[in-house]
């Protein structure tokens, strides 16, 4: 006899019931055709990589979040806790192999042993779209683009009555470049625990980001005075998008500088010519994004009714992490959904539109008599593309399967009995209202679809 034991869950995972996995599978097929409407190509790599891979570009804080062991042939291994390393060392593999700009994405899970909290998972899926291997910036447009499109798809989950809110907020990281310079920060550590505690503003706020950096010991009353005045007024002006830039580029005031905000006005004025509204894009110069490697343009994705959730989409330029494997850098781009959250977000604040069943219609099963031809109506509805269930139980009363189809909430049933097989009919039940009426057994997926 095997040993009892207490079902539980590890803290920081979760089950996901059909209820939610419904929804939640939708949205990845919604979101892979919009990648590939997009001319994005799939990529897969191993959920597990060597160690060394992994820690390769990852600071102090990503090294913590990282589940690392021995496996059984005592190499160091560990699970992946982003899909952008493993790109990276594909491409540096395989490098003659594929084109360039590469196009891919890539869905799959990751592993992140973080503390959990509200949306916040150690284990979630990614959904990735990168394009390697040019500089220019309709890359980092199209990027937006793809964001925008994704979180239309998504809000389709949505009850149709519930508004779809979301905003693009993104930054050039170049700025920050100019904002060492500016500072006299000339250790780059330093510099890194500058741009983390700015990037969590949104979290601690500009009391907070203040006091973490008072406390830092590399930094003087030089350094804390031009930084606290980038975020007060950086912030003030940063509200007029590509308007303002050129007072971020004056107070600034060094090359770098002003390259970051040409760029940041160039990927606004493409990523609108590519059709994504200007209200739903927002210069914010405090994004950073924590990852060390990002070099160009970050942005972050938010619901705007659900601001507190934190993102739920993200990425940014990265042009030297390719070279960790290679020979030479490549630029490069990509964006990252947390679909995880996303579906979380929705389901918490109780506007997920929920799906018992993936199925459109039950074919029950009259009598034992009636069994094969019920067998026949299902396979007619799905060779038709309908999401077909057939009641399992030939020996079930009609009540039971009606009361299973409701308990399932499948919209529609199809009653078939003997009276109703000889005319070559059978009677469609609308789960939702009860009315019942006969339809011809020829016509009936054009019936149906027409119905769901």
């Given amino acids: ?22 929804p939640r599978t939708r949205l990845l097929r919604a979101i892979a055709g919009v990648f590939e409407r997009f001319g ?23 090294e913590k979040l990282i ?65 390697v291997g040019t500089p220019s910036l309709l890359a980092d447009a199209e990027c937006l683009a793809v964001d925008h499109a994704v979180m239309m798809e998504a809000q389709k989950l949505r009850p149709a009555d519930e508004p779809r809110t979301h905003v693009i907020r993104f930054n050039n990281r170049k700025l920050f ?4 310079e500016k500072a006299g920060i ?17 979290k601690i706020g500009k009391e907070g980001a203040f006091r973490e950096l008072a406390a830092h010991a590399g930094l003087n009353k030089t350094n804390l005075g031009v930084i606290a005045t ?58 950073a994004r924590g990852l ?45 959904v947390g679909i995880d959250r996303l579906i979380t977000v929705l389901d918490e604040k109780g506007i997920l539109k929920k799906s018992k069943s993936s199925a459109q219609v039950l074919v029950t099963i009259f009598d034992a008599s009636s069994a094969e031809s019920a067998l026949k109506l299902a396979q007619t509805l799905r060779a038709a593309g309908i999401n077909a269930e057939l009641y399992l139980d030939k020996d079930a009363k009609l009540k039971k399967q009606l009361a299973y189809a409701q308990r399932k909430e499948i919209p529609w049933v199809v009653i078939a009995g003997p009276d109703e097989t000889a005319r070559g009919e059978v009677t469609l039940r609308d789960m939702k209202t009860g009315q019942q009426q006969p339809a011809k057994v020829d016509g009936l997926a054009t019936t149906i679809q027409g119905r769901v």
Wanted: a negative charge.
């Fill in 40 to 62: 994005f190509e799939p990529l897969d790599t191993p959920t597990i990589e060597y160690a060394d891979i992994l820690l390769a570009k990852a600071g102090p804080e990503q």
């Fill in 292 to 336: 060390d490697y990002y070099t160009g343009t970050v942005f972050e994705t938010f619901l705007t009714d659900a601001m507190d959730y934190g993102s739920v989409m993200s990425g940014g330029r990265y042009d030297g992490l390719v070279g960790v494997f290679a020979n030479q850098d490549e630029p490069a781009v990509g964006i990252s």
């Fill in 186 to 202: 000339t250790d780059d550590a330093i510099m890194a625990d500058v741009i983390r505690a700015i990037d969590k503003l949104d």
């Fill in 1 to 22: 006899m095997p040993r009892k034991v207490e079902p539980r869950l590890l803290k920081g995972f979760r089950d996901y019931l059909p209820e939610v996995m419904i």
């Fill in 177 to 180: 470049r100019a904002l060492q």
């Fill in 230 to 287: 980038f975020l007060n007024t950086m912030i003030d002006v940063s509200m007029g998008n590509q308007v303002r830039l050129d007072l971020v580029g004056a107070y600034l005031g060094s090359e770098i500088g002003k390259l970051a905000c040409q760029e940041i006005a160039t990927v606004l004025k493409h990523a609108t010519e590519m059709g994504v509204p200007s209200e739903r894009l927002k210069f914010d110069p405090t994004i």
């Fill in 67 to 131: 589940y690392r062991f021995k496996d059984h042939g005592e190499r160091d291994v560990a699970l992946r806790y982003e899909l952008t390393i493993s790109l990276a060392r594909v491409l540096a593999q395989y490098s003659t192999d594929l084109p360039r700009p590469f196009k891919r994405y890539q869905m799959g899970p990751v592993w992140r042993a973080d503390a959990p909290g509200k949306g916040r998972y150690r284990e979630f899926w990614q959904c990735d779209v990168d394009i």
